[in-house]
């Protein structure tokens, strides 16, 4: 192990997976077929002796994206250039990359004896600069070949909208408030698409998507091998 190899104090370790699963919260089971709570969010645990201090929680959500950033972060490297995603250090507290004061900031907590984390939970505690957003999720399901159904996921702290069918005649609007429901328990709440509300919503995906359009247009293409290489 690492602390019977003397590493432990100079060690980054991970914890995390690439997609949760479903079991029956709401009729469904294993994962691909909702944008739902349980199937969406993934756990993202940190532990680094000495540079994240031992249960710091970061309440705005987080990407798995921004694991890159944030291990160049760590280590005290520069972040390349052009990626996705962000650097969570100064939401971990890391002592050498303190916010500095004014920057728009989230809420960071520690727990007494609990490890290092970032995670999408989090209370009143030491503030870190990390600003917040809306994190953009889709998944088409083929319930056959002729109808394809297209859904997006726009997901705040407190805050989670699903839009199925965007852009056609069966647009449907879900909205979870996260902070009297955090777990997504039932169907959620109808928004209509003709509403103030409902159009705000559909404008707002249009601006995300027209962001991720812009962001993969702008990623250099390099040869797999180059790529491998680095």
Avoid: C, F
Avoid at 136 to 161: F, G, K, N, Y
Wanted: glycine residues 10%.
């Amino acid at each position: 192990t690492l602390r019977a190899d003397g590493l432990e104090e100079g060690s980054l370790v991970i914890l995390t997976t690439d997609h949760g699963e479903e079991l029956l919260e709401h009729g469904r089971k294993l994962h691909r077929s909702s944008l739902l709570r349980e199937q969406l969010q993934v756990p993202l645990i940190l532990r680094m002796p000495g540079r994240i201090p031992a249960g710091t929680r970061v309440e705005e959500p987080v990407d798995l994206v921004d694991l890159v950033p944030t291990v160049h972060g760590l280590l005290g490297r520069d972040v390349p250039p052009g990626l996705p995603g962000r650097d969570l250090t100064p939401a971990l507290a890391a002592p050498p990359l303190a916010a500095e004061a004014g920057a728009p900031t989230a809420k960071a907590r520690r727990t007494e004896g609990a490890p290092g984390a970032a995670s999408q939970d989090g209370a009143d505690g030491a503030e870190a600069a990390i600003a917040p957003r809306t994190l953009l999720a889709e998944l088409t399901v083929l319930l056959d070949l002729e109808r394809p159904e297209w859904s997006v996921s726009l997901r705040r702290r407190d805050e989670h909208v699903i839009v199925h069918q965007a852009g056609t005649p069966d647009v449907r609007i879900v909205r979870y408030d996260l902070a009297g429901n955090q777990l997504e328990i039932g169907e959620g709440e109808e928004v209509s698409p003709d509403s103030e509300e409902g159009r705000a919503i559909l404008a707002e995906l249009e601006a995300e998507r027209e962001r991720v359009r812009e962001l993969r247009g702008s990623l250099q293409r390099r040869p797999v091998g180059e790529a491998l290489t680095e």
